[in-house]
T-cell receptor
Framework: SAVISQKPSRDICQRGTSLTIQCQVD?????MFWYRQQPGQSLTLIAT?????????ESGFVIDKFPISRPNLTFSTLTVSNMSPEDSSIYLC????????????FGPGTRLTVT | GIQVEQSPPDLILQEGANSTLRCNFS?????LQWFHQNPWGQLINLFY?????KQNGRLSATTVATERYSLLYISSSQTTDSGVYFC?????????????WGLGTSLAVNP
């Protein structure tokens, strides 16, 4: 399976600032996804990162708050903009490979705390 | 939409005990995955199991798609098994790639 890395692994940020999270995969993948996991909760899909076009956002998530880029088949970024303490979560990148449709693998996550 | 329910929500075991975690889903699915989230937040793929039975060491899983449930068996539990176990399904509807997640089973294995 693909090896996925995320940077940073954790950060503590001031409210009102923005943080960009990077997701790098060691091989080309078909699909890349961004999830949020609030403390003690299950995972919530933020958006599907589309290569070369705008991301597809889930209900409740908007591009102005969570801009996403995917310039190629191995890399994506998620920005959490104008942060508030409610944005404190683990943010996870996942991928789906060409030969494993419907099976997702996850990066190590970014643990964000907003003060 | 499809509902995914996991039970029990919490489980405490003594090291060496066996356990069974359950995942029920309300509609037909294209696939089902079991994950373990360790205390550091890393999600680890355990099984990709849309149907049938698989085993990997002390862990095994069975999905009975016609009856819409999956079971995860943990035998001879170890403290490193602690964490949250999630079940996630891909509904059998069009070209949707969105996984639907259960709320998880939080497992604590005591030495």
């Amino acid at each position: 399976s693909a090896v996925i890395s995320q940077k940073p692994s954790r950060d503590i940020c001031q409210r009102g600032t923005s943080l960009t999270i990077q997701c790098q995969v060691d091989s080309q993948v078909t699909m890349m996804f961004w999830y949020r996991q609030q403390p003690g909760q299950s995972l919530t899909l933020i958006a599907t990162a589309n290569q070369g076009s705008e991301a597809t956002y889930e209900s409740g998530f908007v591009i102005d708050k969570f801009p996403i880029s995917r310039p190629n088949l191995t890399f994506s970024t998620l920005t959490v903009s104008n942060m508030s303490p409610e944005d404190s979560s683990i943010y996870l990148c996942s991928v789906e490979e060409y030969n494993a449709v419907g099976e997702q693998y996850f990066g190590p996550g970014t643990r964000l705390t907003v003060t | 939409g499809i509902q995914v329910e996991q039970s029990p929500p919490d489980l405490i075991l003594q090291e060496g005990a066996n356990s069974t975690l359950r995942c029920n889903f309300s509609d037909s699915v294209n696939n089902l995955q079991w994950f373990h989230q360790n205390p550091w937040g890393q999600l680890i793929n355990l099984f990709y199991i849309p149907s049938g039975t698989k085993q990997n060491g002390r862990l095994s899983a069975t999905t009975v798609a016609t009856e819409r449930y999956s079971l995860l068996y943990i035998s001879s539990s170890q403290t490193t098994d602690s964490g949250v176990y999630f079940c996630a399904v891909l509904p059998n509807a069009g070209n949707n790639r969105k996984l639907i997640w259960g709320l998880g089973t939080s497992l604590a294995v005591n030495p």
